[in-house]
Nanobody
Framework: QVQLVESGGGLVQAGGSLRLSCAAS????????IGWFRQAPGKEREGVSC????????RYVDAVKGRFTISRDNAKTTVYLQMNTLKPEDTGVYFC????????????????????WGQGTQVTVSS
């Protein structure tokens, strides 16, 4: 089992940057694919990006390609989401989630068997 805590959200102007962190507890962190999701008010949750347990597979939803970068540091049991050139439509609560069941070299997006979730961090992009 793994516990996840997101941080790094905040208020930023359009065009700005934020780096989100997903800190995990548990000795088996390196065995989990990690996904980032977001949910805007009144909208369904959507997958944003994911990184496989081994780090060799990285995926992004089309809306964030070229602007967001996901990375992981297994020694620090943390996954990061660097978000650049933010837009108002990036506003929402961002969650990270862990998936133990996918193959080590794979991460599912836009959804998958993510069964451990953090509490979320708010990102607000003003125009």
């Amino acid at each position: 089992q793994v516990q996840l805590v997101e941080s790094g959200g905040g208020l930023v102007q359009a065009g700005g940057s934020l780096r989100l962190s997903c800190a995990a507890s548990g000795r088996t962190f390196s065995g989990y694919a990690i996904g980032w999701f977001r949910q805007a008010p009144g909208k369904e949750r959507e997958g944003v990006s994911c990184i496989s347990a081994g780090g060799e597979t990285i995926r992004y939803v089309d809306a964030v390609k070229g602007r967001f970068t996901i990375s992981r540091d297994n020694a620090k049991t943390t996954v990061y989401l660097q978000m650049n050139t933010l837009k108002p439509e990036d506003t929402g609560v961002y969650f990270c989630a862990a998936d133990r069941r996918s193959h080590r070299s794979y991460c599912p997006l836009p959804d998958g068997p993510y069964n451990f979730w953090g509490q979320g961090t708010q990102v607000t992009v003003s125009s």
